[in-house]
């Protein structure tokens, strides 16, 4: 049995990144939480004020045996718009950005390679940043599992869930089997 890493993303509310990489097979938690900033211990609140300099991310934790980084990285760049600034969707601002904070040097080298290639299908420019993780900062329970304790949510309903859906069509073999 090996043992699992870690990727840590964010595209935007992280309710919904969440619900989409909790699909996969192999990804064994999924943490929504904040990074990116440099507040220390920055609460729902202060990162929604934009002035924490933290982004909205989930911390993912898989088995590399099952699916790769590579595969992550894939259905995360389909989940959101990676050419839009500090916004996805309604949410806007700099907690929204699009970022992918590394864990090593091989996880930069394939986040770097996969905006490289990304940039090439887009009309407009990636923004995605890549950053090394420095600290990740656990959200408040409440945010937990958000979109499976609250599947009526009206957010839910028109952006989670789209995203959800998305990964089962587009990514079959890599979503968990029920």
Known sequence: MSST????????????????????????????GYAGGHAENPTYQQVCSGTT??????????????IGYDDLLEVFFATHDPTQLNRQGPDVGTQYRSI??????????????YIEALDEEYDDEVVTEL????????????????????????????HAAPKVEKVREKFEAKVHRT
Do not use: I
């Open 5 to 32: 890493q870690r990727a840590t993303f964010g595209g935007g509310c992280f309710w919904c990144t969440e619900a989409a990489m909790k699909e996969l097979e192999g990804v064994t938690s999924v943490t929504s």
């Open 53 to 66: 300099g933290h982004a909205e991310v989930v911390q993912v934790e898989y088995d590399p045996d099952v």
């Open 100 to 113: 992918v904070l590394y864990h090593d040097d091989e996880q930069r080298r394939l986040a770097e390679s």
């Open 131 to 158: 950053e090394p993780l420095e600290e990740f900062y656990e959200a408040e329970e409440y945010h937990q599992d958000y979109f499976e304790k609250n599947p009526n949510d009206a957010y839910c309903r028109m």
